[in-house]
Structure formats: C-alpha cells, structure tokens
C-alpha cells in the first residue's frame, strides 16, 4: 500500500538510463574499453578548469558554481589510455561499432532517427572529463515502450563518451582515473509518462532488459546508471542522478515526493509566519575567541566565523523533509560546494561545544529574535563567506518553493544537493569532429536485435528448457557464450542445453554463494568444460569440483585442472573390472534379488567413481555386466 | 518554407516533430538547436519545416561574446590597490584568441586583446593592461610583412611607455614571429608571446595558464623576446623560451615548446607566479630601444633528402631568391651532387647557410670530405642556430645589407641569442 495517492499529487517522472556499451575502442579513441586497477596506472598530471561561454554567450549556472572554488584534478593515466583522454590531442572520428550498437538499440525501442547526428560538447567542469566538456549527440526520438500500466514514450537517445572515475578527494583536489574516460555509452531518456514509483522501476526494468537485448553493452556494477526526473503538482522538476541499483528506483521517487510535499508544508509555514531572509552577513569570529568549541576554534584560528539571520525561521530549520534530513541538511548541501566542512543553526544548538550562552550572545550581537534562526559557518574568510552566501539563497528559495537542481542519490533512497539544473547553454558544438550522416539506407541496414524475452521463448520451444530457467540464462550475463555452447553441441549426446544452462546459472550461482571467486571465469574454462564431458573425460558431477579450482586458479586450462584434480582418472577398462569385481563378490545377493540387485550394486560403484565417471555410463556399464552374470546362472 | 539563422522552427519528419533555433548548416540540411541544446540535422527535402517566430538573431558575430563586454582593460583598480605596470597585449589571432564560427564549424580567430581580459580576471592583478588588435589571422597565414608590422606596434607601445608587451600568437608559426621579433628589436622591456594549444572557448583551454604566466614574465626584469608556454601536461608551471632558440615539437600537446640547444631561461609557477632562472639573460633597462625592421623576403630554406635533385637549387637562384638555408643531415651535410650548386649560389652573392635536420647539437663541416667541400664551395656554418632561426636571422640580416661580406660577417656572429658558445645538452 502507497503512502500517497500519486495520481492525486500529480507525479510525473521521467528516467534516463545510461548504459556503457561494449564495443572493442573507446569513441573517439583507438584505446580498449578496458578498467584498470589504479595501482597500475604509470603516469599522472593535474589540472585547472574554468566555466567558458557557450557560443550563445552565456555562461552555464550549474558550470559557474562548480568553479567557484579553485579545485585540481588529478588524472591518472595507464598504458591503455593515450593523449586523446589527456586531452592533449583532437578526438579522433566517432567509433563506427558504437554508432551502429546504438543505432539497433533506436530500433527496439521503435526511434526514429535524425539525418545528421552532431556532435557536441557538453560543459561538466567537476573534472571528470579532462577537456571540461563531455561529448555527446543526439541520434533519436520519438520511441516507445508498453508496461502494465500503460505506454512510456522514449524521448531521445543519445550516444556520449563516459567520464572518468573518480577515485578520491583530498581536500580541494580530486583524483580521476582515465581508463572509464571515453567509454561510449548511450543515453535513454523517457517521456515524462512515468506516474507511479512501481512504473519507475518497471520502464527501468524493461530498458535495461532491451538494452541487454544487444548482447553489446557492459555488464556489472557501473556500467548502468539511471538518473530520475521527478515533479509533483506543486512541486519543481528534481533531476536525481546516480541510482546505481534498481531496487532504490521505487525508494527514490517515494522520498523525493515526500521531501517536496515537506517543503512545500516549509514554505506555507514560512509564508503565514512571514518569514524573511537578511541579505546581511555578520562576522562573528570576535564572539568565539574564547570558545571551548573545537569546531569554532578552528573558524578562529583559519579565518572566520559569519551568521546569516534568516527572521521567524525558529524551529523551521530543523524540520525533517526525508528521513535523517532537515531544511538545515539542504542548507548545508549547499555551504559545501563552496568547500566547507557544513554549519551550524539554532535549532540544533547547542550542541558542538558551543554553549546556550553562547547561542544567546550571537542572538544579541545581530539583533535576532527567540523566532529566528541563525546560521553559522566557519571556515577560511573567503569559503565561509561563499558559504554563508550560498545558505542565503538557499533561505530565500524556500520561501518561494523548491528549487529546481541536480541532486544526488544516497544509498539509503534519500538525495542530497550536486548542483543547479544545467540548462541549454551547457551545450555547444564539438567542431573537432564531423558530423555523422544517417541515410535511410544505412539505418534500415542495421539489425534489429532479438529481445531477451523473445530469446527466453526460443530457448524453451527449441531447446527444451523449462521456462524458468530459460528466463535465467537470457538475462544473465551468460548469455553470448551460452548462445555459443549450444551451436557448438547442437548434435552432441553428452552435452545438451540443459546441462549448459544449468551450468552458467544454477552451478555458478550455487559456488559464488559458497565463496567462490567466480568472476574468475573465463570463457575458455567453461569451453573447456563442456568439451571434456562431451568427450566424456569427466563425469557431469565433476562440473562443480571443476569451475572451483579454476575460479581459483584461473590461469588454468580446464583439461590442465581436471588432470591436477585426478578427475581424469576414468580407464574404462579398470572402471570394467572393478564392476566385474563387485559383481563376482555379490554373487549370492545377485543369485537372490535377480534383476532388483542393480541399485544396491549401484550405490557400491557410485561410491568408488563419483564425480569421476557419469552415473549414466556407470549404470549402462554395471546392468551389462548384471546381465551376463544372471543369464550365465 | 522560408527561413533564416535564429528563426523558431518546427520540423518534421515521417510524423515525428523537433523544435529548435536554426543554426548555421551544411548545404541541403537544415541544422537545429533544440531546447535541450543539443544540435541536429535534417535533410532539407525530407523534412516539411514550420516558421514558429522568426527573430532573425544570429547566432553568430556580433552575440558570439555575449554582448556585455565586462570591463575594458584598465577601468576597474586591483583589490590590491598597488600600482601595476603598464602592459600592452597585442593580439594576431591564433587559438589563444579563438571561437568557434558557425559558418564553418571551424575554430577560428575572433577574439579580441578585451576578450582575454574579460575571460581571464586575474590578469588584472598583475598588471594594467591595454589591448589593441593587430591581425585576426591564424599563424600559418602570416608572412614576413605581418612581422614588420607586429614589431612596428610593438615598438610604438614601448614609445608610449609600455613596461611590457604580450603577443598574443598562433603557436604553428610562433617561432618564426618570435625570431622575428628577436631581431628587428633591441628592447629595454620584456616582449612576451603566448599562445594555447587547446581553443579558449573549453574549459580545459591551456590559455588562462599560459596568458597569467606571461603576463608575470611581461612585468618581470627578462628584458628578452620570449615565448612562454606550457612546460609540462599539468597545470604546474610555464616555461620561458628564448625567441631564438624555441621550436614546436608536438602538433597538439600543451608543452609542444621546447628550447633546443639551450635550457629555456627559466620558469613560472602557475599557483605562486615565482619565476626561477636558469641562464643569464638581458634585464630590463640594460639596452634601449632600437628599431630595424628591414628583411629580404626572398630567402629560402631547403631540406636535404636522400637522392634530392640539386636542380632544385637553380629554382631559387634563377628564380631572384637572395639566401638560402640549407637543412642537411647530421653534421650538417648534402649530397656531393649539390657542391657545385652551392658555389654557383654564392658566387652569384647569395648567401648559403647550413644547418641540421637533427635541430640539436652543433652543424661542423670540417669533419667530412663533404663538409669540406661545402665550406669551400662557400656555405657557411649555422653553428647551433635552429634552420627556422636561420632563416629569418638571414631574411633579416639581408634586409639590413646589400654587402655580401658584410652578410656573411653577421650571420657568423650571435646577434639575439641564436649561436650559443658551447652546448650543454
């Protein structure tokens, strides 16, 4: 049951997806699109950005705030990377492969395409993109998807390079690393159709499902990202960026409704008090000279302590809008984009060491009343006063409303403040690349892939699986290589679909649960696999025994393990008179149970051969020699 | 449907519609900006386009700067309150200087000296600028007249009181201004030229950084024609090149300049503006002005490669050329093939330079037969000289001289730092 009737407060959502693409180089570089582990990088520099002027001549607000401190970001470079990611040489012409991966995935979800695709530059100057734009470019609109709850219109996609990785952030420097950088992507954004946080997760679902659909896109944590557009009646359009799970999609569009609906109970509240906001900023630091607060005592010390009044805000501040976070935590979002450590409102304090005396001689000093708050910030002179500026604006926003902006997701659902929403003037052109023709001849040349769905079908009607886990291997990041195995033992009679599908998504799953490392995995090991039960080398129980010590040791061949493991110990002919053996031993058992004898005998062999001979060979090899000993009498 | 830049359209296509501002297009398409900024194009018939409101505002020219050109140079006073020195930035154009021109879609230059002080505020900490424009070329299309006139300005705004001069330049023909400058001006003022490797209008644009140093090496006590430029990928420092001994060495890295056969003079810290020396150079003060802007234009310089006909020499020496400058192979050598070319050369008066392909280290002729023989065919040694220096040093020295004695003389002196005495590296 919902907390709010959503159709009622008029929510509208919309998502853009974004999702790393498979392809052999970057796009606008020969590189691999390989991640690195950073201790292998070999080479590092830094650099400055600044906020430019589009070439409509203005300046991008949200690119103006990210500038507003000095910051030095730090690439690091690998052998994998090269001067195009340094920035230090012109991009080289867009990656065909990638074009083409895109322009199939325009056709699943029914996009028409535009004649001419430009390339532009989209200014982010936070440092992941060492040119201080990313390169992206429209390819297509106008698509659709069906959910249960009705159609969601796909508005646009549009192919971009990723940016770097961040890596760590010491003090006003950020470390990035390059390999991420230039990996193309696409970006899906839907309609604004999406009504309920349930429909939220589904359109997410059904992308992501379409987009695996291609078989060439990145799979793993990182290479999807989704980012949610929300807006209530009342409320403001709210970009959340960064849900890196889909399961958050429901949580996220549930909290940021909430914290509009508080905000907007903060502004009415605000409204009927008449509430205002002062434009002076006091410098307080002579009033904390001899605090025991800690906090204050380093304002003292660095630079300065400063206060804004915001009058008959008493008790507003403090007021939760999400679970954990209050009017002061937004606030203080937004002192921290001018670099400090965040502040201090009346309606937390005291607390922090600083006393009620204190509290009171701050009220005193700037004439603020018991119904007002005061806002407090400490820091260098030059970041508090940005800071407490900053807080100002946000203090005046909340009594018009809610501010339209860029927000981050937390992992516990909630957001917190990036930046404000970019608008067009981000936007310019990328002159170092020529722009992309798309006739309709070539378009219509581009396959459209089967979707995962579809695929699931197939695998039931022609190859036998029940329909569950036809469903798992489709989805699962399995798929391309079980495509394979199933060509390659189409006609075999050891090696059927099943056994391959149970492998990758039963098998596998079952070890990883046990802690093994199978990421480890290769194709190879699994080709191996199958080869060696096809020749019937190892027994179908082996598999298990097998996968954990290549997982362990990956540089292993299959057939190198299995003769390490001593799972290629089956001689027929031993295996032969060994059962003659037993048989010969059990002669009176047999003589008395007849036939019957064979799966009490069974279990004898089983014991000496499992996992090293298939149970159904042991079987056929012991009811053969059965036989012969009852019809001899 | 008729319609021009700037004019709201709708266009659509097999049923799907885009709105946006039309831009600048290639011949049959019509290219949009939509809302969302993004650009696309549109093949004009296949599309049925709707005049939504036509403003006729171009987005080009005129509003490329956005119209509010903050600050002229010189209006507003530095927060410091110091009295700053006079610097004059000239500007030629080239990538410091550059936007992006939507007719083309090519970067072009179309910045002005105003432009660079509104992009850059710190600038006006350091100094008291004035700007003045002197080309809008890109450097590859400038020629030896673009250098008289350049050191014409420059010379006029130390007249008038200049503590320093900033050349704003393209770096592709950056050394050969640079030489230029060297020559023609004996300055009692530091002559300063800049230029960025990535266009100004990115954020990542070197400009800002190499602009700033430059701008404290303009009001420092190197009294030299320099080039100050990146000296590394990072943001850490700039170097000061002496404007003889400097030479493009990469197409697009920021520190594609590097002084050959000399280490730079010395360096500026981006963050603190320290300037670390690393060899002597002429300060401020110790000459006064003097101006000698004659050159021969008709002076060229050749490579030497493997099997190269020496008929190529007959061209420029039939062809009214007064000096050449040879670029040979390692010491400093050419095919036996080209000796007796060369003796006609400088018997007709022209005068024959060598220098060396490999651009480091000293050209010596008197190891070698060949180079024995090209010494007495009348070729002269360039010493250490870079074969671009040599060519302007002779371009020039000829534009001072008739005399062919006289020429020689000269060109075997160090007249700006082209001829060092021993080489460190």
């Not at chain 1, 401190?69 to 012109?90: G, H, Q």
């Not at chain 1, 971009?160 to 690393?177: F, L, P, R, V, W």
């Not at chain 1, 917190?416 to 003037?425: D, F, I, V």
């Amino acid at each position: 049951m919902e907390k709010y009737d959503y159709s009622e407060l008029g929510l509208k959502a919309g998502l853009e997806i974004h999702q790393q693409l498979d392809s052999k180089e970057k796009l606008f570089c020969r590189c691999p699109t390989l991640i690195r582990d950073v201790r292998d990088s070999d080479f590092e520099f830094f650099r400055y950005l600044r906020a430019t002027e589009s070439e409509m001549g203005e300046k991008d607000r949200a690119a103006v705030e990210q500038t507003k401190i000095r910051r030095k970001y730090i690439y690091k470079a690998y052998d994998t990377t090269c001067l195009v990611e340094n920035d230090e040489e012109p991009p080289r012409e867009l990656n065909k492969e990638a074009l083409e991966i895109s322009l199939g995935i325009a056709k699943l979800f029914n996009m028409k395409p535009v004649d001419q695709m430009h390339v532009m530059r989209k200014i982010v100057v936070d440092g992941s993109n060492t040119s201080g734009f990313q390169r992206t470019a429209f390819l297509a609109s106008d698509g659709h998807i069906e959910t249960s709850d009705g159609r969601c219109g796909i508005d646009s996609l549009c192919v971009e390079e990723e940016a770097a990785q961040k890596i760590e952030e010491i003090g006003d420097s950020i470390i990035y690393s390059l390999d991420r950088l230039g990996i193309p992507l696409v970006e899906i954004a839907t309609a604004p159709d999406i009504k309920s946080p349930r429909q939220a997760r589904e359109v997410a679902e059904q992308i992501g499902m379409f987009l695996r659909s291609t078989g060439k896109v990145k799979r793993g944590l990182g290479t999807i990202r989704q980012d949610v557009n929300i807006s209530i009646a009342e409320g403001a359009r709210v970009e959340i960026k960064g849900v890196q799970a889909l399961d958050l999609i429901e949580d996220i569009v549930r909290r940021e409704v909430e914290r509009q609906l508080n905000l907007l109970f903060i502004r009415q509240e605000l409204m009927e008090r008449k509430a205002f906001v002062c434009e002076e900023i006091y410098d307080i630091t002579g009033l904390f000279i001899d605090t025991k607060s800690k906090v204050l005592q380093k304002g003292v010390r660095k630079g300065a302590i400063l206060a804004a009044l915001l009058r008959k805000f008493d008790g507003l501040v403090g007021k939760e809008v999400q679970p954990g976070r209050r009017l002061g935590t937004e606030f203080s979002d937004r002192a921290k984009t001018a670099g400090v450590g965040g502040i201090f409102h009346t309606d937390e304090l005291p607390n922090y060491g600083i006393t009620e005396k204190e509290v009171q001689t701050v009220r005193d000093a700037i004439g603020a009343h018991p119904e007002d708050a005061v806002i407090m910030v400490a820091d260098e002179s030059e970041k508090a006063r940005l800071a407490i500026e900053a807080v100002i604006a946000r203090a005046k926003e909340a009594i018009e409303g809610i501010p339209e902006e860029t927000r981050r997701a937390l992992p516990d659902g909630n957001t917190a403040y990036m930046r404000p929403l970019p608008g067009a003037a981000r936007m310019y052109p990328e002159t170092d690349v020529p722009q992309v023709e798309i006739s309709q001849e070539y378009f219509d040349s581009i396959e459209t892939p089967e979707l995962l769905t579809e695929r699931a079908k197939r695998f039931v009607s022609e190859n036998g699986l029940n329909k569950e886990l036809a469903e798992k291997v489709a989805y699962s990041k399995y798929l391309p290589l079980f495509e394979n195995l199933i060509e390659t033992y189409r006609k075999d009679t050891n090696v059927n679909s099943t056994l391959i599908a149970r492998t990758l998504v039963g098998i596998v799953p079952e070890i990883r649960r046990n802690g093994v490392e199978t990421e480890n995995l290769t194709d190879e090991h699994f080709k191996g696999l199958f080869a060696a039960i096809s020749k019937q080398e190892i027994a179908k129980e082996a598999i298990q025994d097998l996968l954990t010590a290549l997982a362990g040791e990956p540089n292993l061949s299959a057939p190198k393990a299995i003769s390490n493991l001593g799972l290629s110990a089956f001689d027929p002919a031993e295996v032969e008179n060994f059962i003659k053996k037993t048989v010969r031993e059990k002669g009176d058992f047999i003589r008395e149970k007849g036939p019957a004898a064979l799966g009490p005998l069974m279990g004898i062999v089983m014991k000496e051969y499992r996992g090293t001979v298939d149970g159904k060979i042991l079987s056929q090899m012991l009811k053969k020699e059965l036989d012969i000993f009852i019809s001899q009498g | 449907m008729e319609f021009k830049q700037g004019d709201r359209v709708r266009i659509e296509k097999n049923g799907t519609a885009y709105e946006g501002k039309v831009m600048p297009s290639m011949e049959g398409y019509i290219t949009i900006k939509m809302n969302s900024g993004y650009n696309a194009g549109f093949s004009k018939d296949r599309v049925k386009v709707t005049l939504l409101g036509g403003n006729g505002e171009t987005p080009n020219g005129g509003s490329l700067n956005g119209g509010k050109k903050s600050g002229a140079a010189g209006e507003e006073l530095p927060k410091s309150g110091r009295k700053l020195q006079k610097i004059a930035i000239l500007s030629t154009g080239g990538t410091i200087a550059s936007k992006i021109d939507y007719r083309t879609g090519a970067v072009t230059s179309q910045f002005t000296a105003d432009d660079i002080l509104a992009a850059i505020p710190e600038l006006k900490e350091i100094a008291d600028f004035k700007g003045r424009v002197i080309s809008s070329i890109l450097s590859e299309n400038m020629d030896s007249e673009s250098w008289q006139n350049l050191a014409r300005a420059v010379v006029e705004e130390i007249e008038a009181g200049a503590d320093g001069i900033i050349v704003t330049h393209g770096t592709d023909t950056m050394m050969y201004t640079a030489a230029a400058l060297s020559f023609m001006i004996e300055t009692p003022v530091p002559i300063v030229l800049v230029g960025s490797q990535r266009s100004a209008d990115r954020p990542s644009s070197d400009n800002a950084m190499n602009a700033i140093c430059a701008a404290r090496v303009a009001t420092s006590d190197i009294a030299e024609v320099s080039v100050v430029m990146h000296g590394t990928t990072s943001d850490d420092f700039c170097e000061i090149h002496r404007g003889t001994k400097v030479r493009k060495m990469h197409t697009s890295r920021r520190d594609a300049f590097k002084s050959i056969n000399s280490l730079p003079i010395g360096t500026v810290d981006y963050s603190t503006g320290e300037i670390k020396t690393f060899i002597d150079y002429t300060r401020r003060g110790e000459r006064s002005l003097k101006f000698k802007p004659g050159i021969e234009p008709k002076c060229a310089l050749v490579k030497f490669t493997p099997g190269a006909d020496p008929e190529i020499l007959d061209c420029y020496i039939n062809g009214g050329y007064k000096g050449l400058v040879l670029e040979g192979t390692g010491l400093g050598h050419v095919s036996t093939k080209w000796t007796p070319k060369i003796r006609k050369a400088t018997e007709a008066k022209m005068p024959v330079i060598i220098t060396s392909q490999c651009l480091n280290g000293r050209v010596c002729d008197r190891v070698y037969d060949t180079g024995r023989d090209m010494l007495k065919a009348g070729a002269i040694e360039g010493e250490d000289t870079l074969p671009e220096t040599a060519l302007v040093k002779l371009m020039w020295v000829l534009g001072q001289t008739d005399e062919f004695d006289e020429a020689i003389k000269m060109m075997k002196e160090d007249l700006s730092g082209e001829i060092t005495e021993c080489c460190f590296k």
